[in-house]
């Protein structure tokens, strides 16, 4: 393991003196690094608007997930408290800046570089005679008959406008049909229309051109009120609060109430509202009245109002060479292809280092156990498994054919929902056995576990990972993949499959820690050992790799580690509410975070005490809802080869980054790590070090 540098030793600090970072403006800064890439020249252009497209998703969910509370505390003028009137301000500024960012790329960068490159989204103005004609046809053949415009009046109040979508405002002179005076009429844009159509072009041209669907619409807007006259008008999207909550100790059935649930989830409490630049002040002002909103909450954006559906337009673009390169990922490295896992297993432990490393091995796994006439029963926990999933075909099979299946599906998996419902149904539908994991927690372990009879005897096969039992995002994210037949560590998942179904007590368990009964208690523990090696001169080391840090006990406890000299790093890719670096409190902790082409997820948990090592993987980010509110699960690794190889790829490499990474800062500012490294005058500096690329290069198919 790579050692850090110690800081000087301070006079240590009472923790409880630590001021926490803002866990909101924390994600914020998350996103304002993703938006960095859309910055970089040297991405790819199609690839920099697809994360200018991802930024925008992320604060659809910031919105959606944690802001009605701080604009619940603006509107009753709340003054105390963690969500206050100025919590709402702070925040509203800063995602103002940032949406301001974003848009100032795309007009001013990314939509010229396109138009250099024959790219074009073309305004109405610009539109060639036979473009404007197609656009005409279009409107009339495929857009207008699904269109309902409602002018305002007592009998026709302000439409129910679902979250997320879009829709024009528009102000009409004259009178209606029935010589009335109602001026302002709603018109709601279908989902079901692509957000992005190709227009005609010259002969042998090799020129892309587009027109966006509110550019189309603009341009006949007058169609939709004969006789009347458009005098103002604006697009316009509102995003509501979209988190469900069900109390499950008063349902009776689960799957039944969100079901019920998800139909409310498109009307939710309105957060934001979204309008074209020009907008006029009084449309925007009736907008914010009829939504409740206080004027922080309208966005005026210069472009589309949900640069989420630029994805659209990128899949539509036919320019290879403004992509990515595309990434193999290879074969995993201790697996030969057409060898049994079962016998490979019984040989010792499997690491997947996914994605540089192919899902398609897990999924290999399983058919295997499901094709095996000796595997008996199947377990597996289900979180999220996306659309028309392989797996859960397989599981299905496996009840066809004869094996015992038991499936716990995470029902309150945020947005996946509706998908775990149905399959759900589906596997019950064949005869599987499917729980949803106990009353109040969300099972969050990632767990597949094979029964198989060899002989008299049966023997445990297990797949445990960071990650979820999707096939994309098992592509796009970094996580890692455990297989192993260790007696003691797959009888231990057993007991978990066995309590999650009974709800029976746990006995006690041989190798993993479990949330929320194990896990948080056995962090600290190791924590407090590490700070009292330190304390009495040992050697003690903690490298740390999640997704969010944000446990205010936790981040105590390292500070408390980091007074008594405990050397920590911590790898976090996105909240992290602990300050690095703090003179008495945080000298001996540095954090840093990953953002690159591929998505961090793993979690990596390292420990050295003296000349006692441990290394665990788990399920959980170090936050207090996964700590407490969930099942999760870690898992040490022991075999040394293995866990010389996590430390190496997880942990070391990314320690020495210095092409992706940003370092915290004491004040929550963020700071790339190229612009940290001291570089003598006269002399080179470091070689560049991108942990991504090396390890994609490492591991990618030479095929």
């Known amino acids: 393991m790579t050692q850090r540098p110690s800081a000087k030793r301070s006079k240590p600090a009472p923790s409880a003196a630590i001021k926490f970072l803002d866990r909101d403006h924390s994600i914020l800064a998350f996103n304002e690094r993703v938006l960095d890439w859309a910055r970089r020249p040297g991405v790819p252009l199609l690839e920099r608007l697809r994360y200018l497209a991802i930024v925008s998703s992320n ?23 963690p969500c206050t009137v100025g919590s709402y301000r702070s925040i509203s500024e800063k995602v103002q800046q940032l949406v301001t960012e974003q848009y100032a790329i795309l007009n001013e960068q990314l939509l010229p570089q396109l138009e250099k ?7 109405h103005a610009e539109r060639s005679p036979a473009q404007r004609r197609a656009v005409r046809e279009y409107f009339t053949r495929e857009v207008q008959p699904l269109l309902m415009p409602v002018g305002l009046d007592p009998a026709h ?11 024009f ?10 010589g009335r005076e109602n001026e302002i009429a709603i018109v709601k844009v279908p989902r079901a229309l692509p957000r992005y159509v190709r227009l005609p072009v010259a002969k042998r041209s090799k020129q892309q051109h587009f027109v966006s669907i509110s550019s189309l619409i603009r341009a006949h807007l007058s169609d939709l009120f004969p006789g009347r006259q458009v005098t103002e008008f604006s697009q316009f999207r509102v995003t509501r609060h979209s988190d469900l ?3 499950e100790e008063e349902v009776k059935n689960l799957r039944t109430a969100l079901r019920l649930g998800l139909q409310q989830r498109h009307y939710g409490e309105a957060l934001r509202l979204e309008v074209s630049a020009g907008c006029s002040q009084y449309l925007s002002d009736f907008l914010l009245g009829q ?12 472009g589309p109002v949900n640069l989420v559906r630029l994805n659209q337009l990128i899949d539509q673009i036919d320019m290879p060479a403004l992509r990515f390169d595309r990434y193999r990922p290879g074969w995993p490295a201790q697996l030969t292809a057409g060898q049994s896992f079962f016998e490979r297993l019984q040989q010792g432990d499997v690491l997947i280092h996914q994605p540089y490393e192919s899902f398609d091995a897990v999924l290999a796994f399983l058919r295997e156990a499901v094709e095996d006439p000796d595997v008996l029963a199947i377990k597996q926990t289900i979180y999220r498994t996306g659309a028309k ?22 029902l309150k998996a945020r947005y996946d929902e509706e998908a775990n419902i149905d399959y759900a149904e589906r596997l019950e539908s064949v005869g599987a056995q499917v729980v949803y994991g106990v009353v109040g927690l969300k099972t969050h372990a990632k767990m597949l576990l094979v029964i198989r009879r060899e002989g008299k005897a049966m023997r445990r096969y297990a797949h445990l990972s960071t990650g979820n039992y999707n096939p994309w995002t098992a592509r796009q994210y970094t996580d890692l993949s455990h297989l192993t037949a260790d007696e003691a560590l797959t009888k231990d998942i057993d007991h978990v499959f066995v309590h999650l179904a009974s709800q029976n007590r746990l006995p006690r368990l041989n190798k993993v820690m479990i949330a929320p009964f194990h896990l948080h208690k056995g962090m600290l523990e190791r924590l407090e050992a590490a700070a009292q090696a330190a304390a009495r001169g040992r050697q003690a080391r903690v490298v740390l790799k999640m997704n969010a840090l944000t446990d205010e006990i936790l981040c105590r406890s390292l500070a408390q580690a980091s007074q008594a000299g405990v050397k920590i790093d911590a790898i976090v890719r996105g909240a992290c509410i602990l300050p690095a670096g703090v003179p008495g409190l945080t000298d001996n902790i540095q954090v840093r975070s990953i953002i690159g082409r591929l998505l961090e997820h793993s979690r990596v948990f390292y420990f050295k005490i003296g000349e006692h090592e441990e290394l665990w993987l788990s399920s959980a980010d170090w936050m207090n809802r996964n700590m407490l509110r969930r099942i999760e699960l870690a898992w040490p ?21 210095n092409q992706d990474a940003w370092l915290l800062q004491p004040d929550g500012r963020y700071v790339p790590a190229d612009q940290m490294i001291a570089k003598p005058r006269g002399r080179k500096g470091p070689e560049p070090v991108s942990a991504q690329s090396m390890l994609m290069a490492r591991h990618g198919s030479k095929g």
């Not at 490159?117 to 305004?123: L, T």
């Not at 405002?169 to 029935?178: N, P």
């Not at 909103?293 to 210069?302: F, G, K, M």
């Open 59 to 81: 604060l659809d969910e910031f919105f959606e997930v944690r802001m009605a509370p701080h604009v619940n505390a603006m509107r009753a003028n709340e003054q105390r408290g």
């Open 117 to 123: 490159r024959g790219i074009r989204i073309v305004a």
């Open 157 to 167: 109040p302000f439409p129910q406008v679902a979250n997320k979508t879009l829709n």
């Open 169 to 178: 405002i528009v102000r009409l002179s004259g009178k209606d049909a029935f």
């Open 245 to 247: 909550a069900v109390d």
């Open 291 to 302: 939504f409740g909103l206080p004027d922080e909450a309208l966005y005026r954006v210069a």
């Open 389 to 410: 999933s392989e797996l859960m075909a397989l599981l299905r099979e496996a009840v066809r054919r004869g094996k015992e299946v038991t499936v716990v599906v995470e």
């Open 637 to 657: 690794v022991t075999d040394p080869s293995l866990r010389q190889r996590i430390i190496e790829e997880c942990l070391d490499i990314y320690l020495a980054d």
